[in-house]
């Protein structure tokens, strides 16, 4: 009976939303509540596509709605006025909010939103031409007490040309969108609920879940969703719909990961779900601290581990000459040692707290963004140029005041150094804290990645603070000369890598004109040593030169950079390009498919394609066993690829995926391959 009455008192706010509609009906022609603007994103070629946005601004107080309303509501359509020969996509939504009242839920947006689409250019189009495109807009405003249906006539125009400039507005509506998950789910009814059983790695972190159905009248939208992990599977729970339930042959849902709005799409087909596994936190419960104190110690033991990487051999270097000077004076050993955490652990902050705020601010960024940029490879390799004309002796360092050779000071900058160069892989155990960090609060993020900077930091730590260990370093004296100018070799190798890097990220005329001004660089640092060694200053001219040289290159570099033609990358394992079309494609295929993602500036990455990768028995054994291989590069920013790596979990590269023949969720392999690593799992 309460069941009853309750549906009947959700009937009549119902009615009374609709009466009040139809009584405020002719306001929509004079002004709207939720403004539409059609924008497109910019030009395109004959035969490509351009993607065009609904930019929806809900006035205060007011909200919009997904495409399944859920217990009352409207979503949008529109009515395109096209000529033949061009054709518009589906619209893509992003991830809705819930709005409960009086016991109806309902799926809705109360800030600024924008639906997607994208327009093919007619492939009869000629370069020039304008294309004008219009469409009779629908939609629903709703406040907690009123809706009003509201319409427009909206319209934009497309060049057909070259593609300009990126639009940032469209990559921060884009990174809005949920991801598609690129396995299918399965799901059951059984016991008045219906079970979905949704392929998501266990490293990724899920907080306050919840699952909006496209597919209409399958499930009470009201009723508390259950959520369950079994392993690298989320088991969703929903109550049926309590008057007349569907069971349609498939279900297309979107699965909300968090708070902050982050989801991906899911397609689901009849299948087994399991039962049991461990319940996940519901909204509203305090989050479990276990949770972030494991996520801590992963964080902390993912530093520690990065001090053996590749991607941070270049500054051991610094670090050695600085661990032999620790052995002169057990105070000053110490002073380095917490000086040398200090800046690792700042630096760490740093950069977690910009990747954060860029995340939140709508780009699409991972963990070692930077590298990405090519003015910050530039800084770089001027740097790394400078490091090694010093270890070689060529010069010293003119800043005592801050960070002369042996003081804390010193220690300070070498462990911001160390730091920025240990962002361009992720390693072991770190892979999860990161992804988590993306997902969680600001404070507890940060907490994780002050942990990462302090696990970098631990064995300078260790050996300063601990005599013992400190003993056992060699005694100081003339082999620390020859020990530094051996440590140039790597700083070298590191600079002519960047080099490399910024042909890949600014294009060959960029690295040209960088090549030339660090080779303008290292003769001043040459001259310099000069004066030096003859007891002189560098003196107010040489100064002037070189201020004058960095501001005209600061001036004239970002004018330099240009995006590299995209070209296949030559693979012994005949590698196809990556992308969420390409990996359904192949996916239905019912082969099994080895998903790689990696960059030019990550040498973990290059080195598993070495050892592992790119090898005559891993071609062999995935050819015998119709492996399909697709390889994702993020080199630079790639919003498609950055959301991917969110979805699976992962804050940076190496990410390894290997998805088994005829279905089922997807196999993260570690950061670290094995020489026979890929061959075992073809053979299996």
Known sequence: MLRFAKWLAGLFQLAALMLAALLAAPLAARETNISATLLAE??????????????????????????????AGQGMTLDWTLPPGRKVGALQYPVPATLTIAGLMNHVYKTEYAVLTSFTVPATARPGDVLELTARGR?????????????GELATKVTVGQPGAADARFDRWRAALPAPLGSPARFAFSGGKLRVAIPLPAALKVASPHLFLSTERVVDYAAPQAFFRQGDLL??????????????????????????????????????????????QVAGEAPATPALGWLLLA?????????????????????????????????????????????????????????????AAGQEVGWAFQLQEPLVVAALLLLAVAITANLLGLYEFMVPGFASEGSPQGAFATGLLAAFAATPCTGPFMAAAMGAALLLPVGPALLLFGALGLGIALPFLAIAWVPALRRRLPKPGPWMGRFRRWMALPMGLTALALAWLASRIGGNGFA??????????????????????????????????????????????????????????????DAQPFSE?????????????????????????????????????????????????????????????????????AAGIPLYLWYPAGGGAPQQLPQVLGPDSLVKLADN
């Open 139 to 151: 939609w629903l405003a709703c406040t907690d007490e009123i809706c009003v249906p509201e319409e």
């Open 512 to 573: 040209f004109a960088l090549t030339l001004l660090a080779v303008i660089v290292v003769a001043a640092l040459v001259l310099l040593g000069r004066r030096q060694r003859h007891g002189l200053a560098a003196g107010a001219l040489w100064w002037g030169a070189l201020a004058a040289v960095l501001g005209l290159s600061a001036l004239g570099l970002p004018g330099m950079v240009r995006a590299p033609e995209a070209s296949a990358e030559a693979s012994l394992l």
């Open 299 to 359: 964080a902390l033991a993912g530093g520690l581990l990065l001090n053996v990487m590749p991607c941070v051999f270049p500054i051991l270097s610094l670090k050695a000459l600085s661990l032999a000077r620790a052995g002169e004076s057990q105070a000053q050993a110490r002073a380095e040692g917490l000086a040398y955490t200090a800046g690792v652990v700042v630096a760490s902050l740093a950069l977690g707290g910009l990747l954060l705020g860029l995340r």
């Open 235 to 280: 088991v969703a729970e929903l109550p049926v719909a309590k008057f007349a339930p569907e069971q349609p042959d498939a279900i297309e849902a979107v699965l909300r990961l968090n708070p902050n709005g982050d989801g991906v799409i899911i397609a689901a087909a009849p299948g087994a779900v399991p039962t049991g596994g461990e319940p996940l």
């Open 581 to 649: 079309q390409a990996l359904a494609r192949v996916r239905a295929s019912g082969k099994p498919v080895f998903v790689y993602m990696t960059a030019d500036w990550c040498l973990s990455c290059k080195v598993n394609e070495r050892v592992a990768i790119e090898r005559e028995p891993t071609r062999d054994a995935f050819a015998k066993a119709g492996v399909i291989v697709l390889r994702g590069d993020w080199t630079r920013r790639d919003p498609e690829i950055t959301r991917f790596l969110t979805a699976q979990g």
């Open 42 to 71: 910019g030009s395109a070629m004959p035969g490509g596509t351009v993607t065009l946005a609904i930019d929806m601004k809900p006035a205060p107080g007011w909200h919009g709605y997904w495409l399944n309303p859920g217990d």
